[in-house]
């Protein structure tokens, strides 16, 4: 095995500045994540999962992330690196709500906008009505959806609003969602939640269940039971999510559960916005160890003047295996 360098001191000078500087260039981000998080981060020099969260929100232009954080491009992305996956149809998409085919708001419909999150309206048996639906999505569309927390991606997503076919999900019998971590196409962990349930339950990439709760349902008695039928889709999950993941350094996986198999869901890059955390410290601590920068599309570009300067010393780091903690 070879031996980690030690890191030198210019490259300490390098990354302290680069901390001063991107800590007062990005004074809000900072700020908010001290709010929420309870410690100042290092922007710099991440360590810790939601630093790593933050440093990728500042600094690393993957145009992939536009590509995966778009709802329409992900899913012709998803049907490319996995075509054997189910997926709901999308039946129409359009730049003006107005636009949508009456008879497609008569029966049961997710519309959907592809440029931010929280954005669905679930239609059942022609309610809400069409007026009102044209009414939300036209207000969505008219927002810029990421810009609060930084999340770069979304403010290059052309806003559309589409309708989408509506899943009999699994609520209440096995599950809604399981969302599988991927670092450099290894799972950290595996996130299952059923959102009628109003529960959940974290595995391992062994589909072992793990210790802990997620700050969506942190109740003990929250606790989703580990059934035959949702270790078996949480396994399926593991097998097709490093494939849909590729080399990225970070990327999460979603799907939807109905009963006999699983649908293809969203791909999340910036997983709760970068402030996500769990009960179990050694979740996070995973994703740390797997979590590789020089992975990232920020340091396998070629940089110039001080940006150049920051990336080779934040590339010596990442060799060194230095914390700064």
């Known amino acids: 095995m070879t031996a980690k360098a030690d890191l030198s001191w210019t490259d300490r000078i390098v990354l302290s500045v680069a901390r001063m500087w991107l800590t007062l260039r990005h004074p809000v981000l900072v700020m908010r994540f001290v709010k929420k998080l309870g410690y100042l981060p290092n922007p710099a020099a991440p360590a810790r999962y939601n630093e790593l969260l933050l440093w990728r929100k500042i600094l690393d232009r993957n145009p992939l992330f536009v590509v995966l954080t778009d709802k329409l491009a992900a899913k012709a992305y998803i049907r490319s690196a996995c075509p054997e996956i189910a997926m709901p149809e999308t039946l129409w998409s359009g730049r003006d709500p107005a636009d949508i085919p009456p008879g497609l708001l008569t029966g049961n419909v997710v519309v959907k906008t592809n440029h931010g999150c929280a954005m669905n309206i679930f239609v059942s048996n022609g309610e809400p009505d069409r007026a009102a639906i044209v009414r939300t999505a036209s207000r969505w569309l008219g927002k810029r959806y990421g ?83 949702l270790i078996a889709h949480v396994r399926k999950a593991i097998s097709m999510a490093p494939g849909i993941a590729g080399d990225l350094d970070y990327i999460r996986i979603d799907f939807l559960v109905k009963d006999d198999r699983l649908h293809a869901g969203e791909i999340t890059v910036y997983s709760a916005a970068g402030y996500g955390t769990w009960t179990n410290p050694a979740i996070a601590m995973e994703i740390e160890r797997l979590w590789r920068l020089d992975q990232s599309a920020f340091l396998r570009r070629k940089h110039k003047g001080a940006v150049r300067l920051y990336a080779d010393a934040l590339r010596a780091r990442c060799r060194s295996g230095t914390t700064n903690r």
């Open 147 to 229: 810009r609060r927390h930084g999340e770069w991606a979304y403010w290059h997503v052309v806003p559309t609003v589409f309708v989408e076919e509506r899943l009999a999900l699994s609520g209440g019998t096995i599950a809604t969602d399981i969302k599988v971590h991927v670092c450099g196409g290894v799972v950290s962990h595996v996130w299952a939640e059923d959102k009628h349930a109003r529960r959940s339950l974290l595995f391992d990439r062994n589909a072992t269940p793990l210790p802990g709760r997620d700050p969506d349902y942190p109740g003990e008695d929250q606790a989703l039971p580990a059934t035959a039928e």
